[in-house]
C-alpha cells in the first residue's frame, strides 16, 4: 500500500517539514489534474520580523493559510500540492508570518522543480509556447523564468581568456545595426556574451568595462575579414594579435571560384545545343570543382550525367578546358588550398604574387583582400596557430534553428536570455538503463 512518503519520493520532495495527507483527482481548467494535499509545519527558530529567538513560547502556531502550488506533471497529468502553510505569532512584535519551504520562492506559486524544469526545457531546440503548455504555465512565465536562469551566465566583466573569437549573426529586427555580436572562449569554445550591435563604438563601450589589466591578458583574437574589428582590437586588446580565420580564406576564394564559374555557364546559350550541354555541365558538377584536386578520383570509372561513364579528374579537365578564366580561378583555389593544409605561408604568399596580372575583376578583388590582410600580419598567424572560427559559425546554425524554432523573437533581451541558456546551460547526458 502507497504511504504518504512514497508520494513524496514519487514528487521529489525534499523537504521534511512538510507532510502528506490525501492525493485526489479534481478537474481544472477543463483538465483531469492531480491534486496532493500536505501540511508544511515546524518549530521557528526565531521571529524573521524582529529577529527575537524563539523561547519559551515567545513564537506561537497561529492557524494556517493554503497555497495551491504548480508542480511537475505526474504520468502525463497537471499536478498541485494544496499545502496548508503554517502561520506563526511573535509575542514581541505581535506580527505575524508564514512558515516558508525551500521546495518555493516566498510569495511564487510555482515550485522550484517547475522552474529548473523549464530552465532544462529552454536549452533544448523548443518553442517557449510548447514549454509554456507542458508545464501549465503562460508564454510570459516561461521568459520570465527564463530570464532570472539567463542572469546567472551574464559576464562578471573581471576575467577574459588569452584568444577570444569574434563574430556576427543576423538577430532581430528591433537591434538598431544590420548585424549583432557574439564572442566566445577560442579554448573551451565556450560563448561569453552576445551584443545587439557590431559597430566600433558599442564593442567599446562593452569591453572597456573589462579592467584595462584583464584586457592586456588577450594575447589573440580570431575575427573574419571585417576590417572594422581591427581598428576596434588595436585600442581595446593592446597585447592581442589579430589572426584571420582560415574558414573564412576558404569561404573567400571559394566564392571567387563560384561567381566565375556562373559568369562562364551564363555566356552559354540554355535554349539550343551544344551550348546548353556545356551550360549544363558546368551547373550540375560544381562540387567536383570545389573539391581538393589530390582528391578527385583518376581510376575510379563511374556513370555521370552529361559525361557518361568517367572520372572525376576527366570531368573537371573538360569544364577547365572551357574557359582559361577558368582555369586561372581554379589553380589560384587549389594553390590557396594546399598552402593552408599543408602551413606553407611561403607559398601562400607566392601564389598572390604570381597571380596574372590581367585575370578576372573578380579574382582582382579577391587577391587585393587576401593581400591587405596578408600586410597586416592577420593572415600569417593564422599559419602558426591551430584556432578556428568554426565553433561560432555552429553557434550560428543554433541560432538560426532557435529563431525558426519560435517563429522569430520580438525583444532582442528575450533572444539573447535565451540563446545564452541554451549555450552555456549544460545539460546532462543521459545515462543508459542496465
Known amino acids: 500500500m502507497l504511504q504518504p512518503n512514497d508520494i513524496k519520493h514519487l514528487l521529489n520532495i525534499q523537504d521534511p517539514s512538510i507532510s502528506l495527507t490525501q ?3 479534481k478537474t481544472i481548467n477543463g483538465k483531469l489534474t492531480n491534486v496532493v494535499k500536505g501540511i508544511l509545519t515546524y518549530i521557528p527558530v526565531a521571529c524573521p520580523c524582529c529577529g527575537v529567538r524563539n523561547s519559551h513560547y515567545t513564537i506561537i502556531k497561529h492557524g494556517t493559510k493554503l497555497s495551491k502550488i504548480l508542480w511537475n506533471k505526474v504520468a502525463g497529468y497537471p499536478t498541485y500540492l494544496y499545502l496548508k502553510k503554517q502561520r506563526f505569532f511573535c509575542k514581541a512584535c505581535t506580527r505575524t ?3 516558508h519551504s525551500s521546495e518555493v520562492e516566498k510569495n511564487c506559486f510555482i515550485s522550484n522543480k517547475v522552474k529548473q524544469h523549464i530552465g532544462a526545457q529552454s536549452v533544448e531546440d523548443l518553442s517557449m509556447k510548447y514549454i509554456a503548455e ?11 523564468i527564463v530570464s532570472q536562469f539567463a542572469k546567472g551566465y551574464y559576464p562578471d566583466f573581471q576575467s577574459l581568456p588569452t584568444c577570444l573569437l569574434f563574430d556576427e549573426f543576423k538577430s532581430v529586427k528591433s537591434v538598431n545595426g544590420a548585424m549583432s555580436f557574439i564572442y566566445a572562449d577560442g579554448d573551451t569554445h565556450e560563448v561569453i556574451d552576445i551584443l545587439p550591435d557590431r559597430r566600433k563604438h558599442y564593442l567599446k563601450l562593452h569591453f572597456q568595462k573589462y579592467p584595462l589589466k584583464v584586457r592586456e591578458q588577450v594575447k589573440l583574437i580570431v575575427i573574419d575579414m571585417n576590417a572594422a574589428y581591427e581598428f576596434a582590437i588595436k585600442e581595446l586588446f593592446p597585447n592581442a594579435r589579430v589572426l584571420i580565420d582560415r574558414f573564412h580564406i576558404v569561404q573567400l576564394v571559394n566564392r571567387t571560384l563560384n561567381r566565375t564559374r556562373v559568369k562562364v555557364m ?6 539550343s545545343y ?7 555541365k558546368l551547373k550540375n558538377h560544381w562540387r567536383l570543382l570545389l573539391k581538393e584536386e589530390s582528391e578527385l578520383s583518376r581510376t575510379d570509372y563511374k556513370f555521370y550525367s552529361y ?19 577558368r582555369r586561372e580561378a581554379y589553380q589560384f583555389y587549389q594553390n590557396i588550398l594546399y598552402a593552408l593544409k599543408e602551413k606553407q605561408f611561403s607559398y601562400f604568399q607566392e601564389t598572390l604574387e604570381n597571380t596574372p596580372s590581367d585575370c578576372s575583376d573578380i579574382m582582382k578583388v579577391t587577391r587585393r583582400t587576401l593581400q591587405y590582410h596578408t600586410k597586416k600580419g592577420h593572415i600569417e598567424t593564422a599559419f602558426h596557430y591551430s584556432y578556428s572560427n ?5 553557434t550560428n546554425n543554433k541560432v538560426k534553428n532557435i529563431k525558426r524554432t519560435a517563429y522569430g ?26
Not at 275 to 280: A, C, D, F
Request: proline share 5%; glycine share 4%; aromatic share 8%.
Open 23 to 25: 492525493l485526489d483527482k
Open 97 to 99: 508570518f508564514s512558515a
Open 134 to 144: 507542458e508545464h501549465t504555465v503562460s508564454p510570459v512565465t516561461v521568459k520570465r
Open 266 to 271: 551564363n555566356q552559354y546559350n540554355r535554349s
Open 274 to 280: 551544344p551550348s546548353k550541354g556545356i551550360y549544363n
Open 307 to 325: 559525361f557518361g561513364q568517367t572520372t572525376q579528374k576527366h570531368i573537371v579537365d573538360t569544364l577547365l578546358n572551357l574557359s582559361e578564366e
Open 390 to 394: 568554426g565553433p561560432l559559425e555552429g
Open 409 to 434: 523573437f520580438v525583444s532582442f533581451n528575450s533572444f539573447r536570455n535565451r540563446l545564452l541558456l541554451s549555450l552555456k546551460m549544460k545539460p546532462k547526458k543521459r545515462s543508459s538503463i542496465k
